[in-house]
């Protein structure tokens, strides 16, 4: 499928600039096509250094998907790290044609034994109140339907 790159880009970069969440465009193979700000946050960045604990990033990603396509639903969760994190199908004559993914957002559920260079990243994330962040959901999906 092709897709006019600026036009996500400027979609992606609004939405940041409203509600401060990182934004991901995936593909239908669960490629990502487009982001923004950055691929990861400073605290995923260091997370994915470790091998064990980038694994764990993996097997929560691929759970995502998998809940997504098996109800054709959003899905949100929190992950193995302590982060807010929502994938929405992108849907098109009953198919997934692609996902609209945000994240990197701090739970309620703080990790433990973070040591100095994980916890000033993780105080660097953004602080969303849970309307704000039910808000952004909502605009999310609008977003899918969207971009397609």
């Keep these: 499928m092709e897709y006019n790159s600026q036009k996500m880009f400027e979609l992606l970069r609004d939405f ?4 401060g969440i990182k934004i991901c465009i995936y593909d239908k193979s669960e490629n990502e096509i ?10 995923c960045t260091l997370i994915r250094k470790d091998e064990l604990l ?8 691929k759970h995502a998907f998998e809940q997504c396509k ?3 639903k959003q899905y949100t969760y929190t992950c ?4 807010l994190e929502c994938i929405s ?3 098109i004559n009953d198919e997934i044609i692609g996902y609209v993914a945000l994240g990197q957002v701090p739970s309620n559920i703080m990790p433990k034994n ?3 260079n994980f916890l000033a990243e993780y105080n660097k994330l953004p602080k969303l109140p849970v309307e704000k962040l039910s808000a ?3 605009i999310l999906d609008a977003c899918a339907g969207y971009q397609y």
Aim: charged residues 20%; proline residues 5%; aromatic residues 10%.
């Design 70 to 72: 098996k109800t054709k």
């Design 89 to 91: 199908p992108i849907i």
């Design 114 to 116: 973070l040591n100095n």
């Design 80 to 83: 193995h790290a302590g982060l």
């Design 54 to 61: 980038n694994k764990k990033c993996i097997e929560c990603d």
């Design 34 to 43: 487009a982001y923004y700000p950055e691929k990861h946050s400073g605290f």
């Design 136 to 138: 952004a959901i909502n």
């Design 16 to 19: 940041y600039l409203l509600t």
